[in-house]
């Protein structure tokens, strides 16, 4: 009984303990978010909307079968958006990253990024475009630049839910902080304009771009990817906030258990 009371004294003084730590917060508890209907739908073998129009960095009106190069390079597709705070630009860099370590020339694939806000303008994609660009070159070092085959693409909802729908690019509606909740990943375009493969993530092996990018040059539709994608989606952080308190309990409480251990071990040691 002793034992047990002593228990109780400790959790309770572990739950004052917390609850004076945890920030305060205005108004009540908010849920934490419910998981995001967000995701790749792998579509492999479909065609993309060629003929639907966009707008390219420069300000020129396109269509999609308009940036797909001619010459029998394959184009390694992201959806995002331009003004995107979180995982756009990781996976920007990462995908760069991977074609500069993969032994392939930096052309050797088309890289396009497409915006699915439709209210973002050309001028948001010329300056992602410019940053991309910087950092292809920062990657270059000192030793000779051979810029990427990158563009960025805005365009309007009819567009951006066509190219969306027929992918299988899942993505919700955000908030003030990040406006879309959406997955990152690669999507590797046959020269014709066909799923070929998708690659997730924000970061990528070279040697398995290397392969996609020559398979999808060939032609192949390859299998579907395992693996899952990460999300680009912001979370209330006012309900993350409140975690802070459960996490001190929780740290308090394992100390607790281990002590009541201890002393239940020593009591029976002195007991014999």
Known sequence: MRAALAIALVLAHAAAFAQALAPARDGPLVPAPAALDVGFTQH?????????????SAGRAIRLADELPRDGRPTLLMLGYHRCPQLCGLATQGLLEALRQSGLPAAAARILFVSVDSTESVADAADKRRADLGYA??????????????????????????????????????????????????????????????????????????????????????????????????????????????????????????????????????SR
């Open 137 to 270: 070159r920062v990657l270059a070092g000192a030793g000779p630049y051979d810029p990427p085959a990158i563009e960025r693409l805005v365009g309007p909802s009819a567009s951006i839910a066509a190219l969306s729908r027929r992918i299988g690019f899942v993505y919700r509606s955000g908030d003030a902080t990040a406006r879309f909740a959406h997955p990152a990943g690669v999507v590797v375009v046959t020269p014709d304009g066909h799923v070929s493969r998708y690659l997730m993530g924000v970061r990528f092996a070279p040697t398995e771009l290397r392969g996609a990018v020559q398979a999808a040059a060939d032609g192949q539709v390859g299998n579907i990817s395992d693996r899952l994608a990460l999300l680009c989606a912001h979370l209330d952080l006012r309900a993350g906030a409140h975690s802070e308190a459960a996490l001190i309990v929780t740290r308090i409480v394992g100390l607790a258990t281990l002590a009541c251990f201890a002393v239940f071990a020593w009591r029976r040691r002195e």
């Open 44 to 56: 492999l073998g479909a065609e993309l909307p060629l003929t639907a129009p966009f707008t390219d």
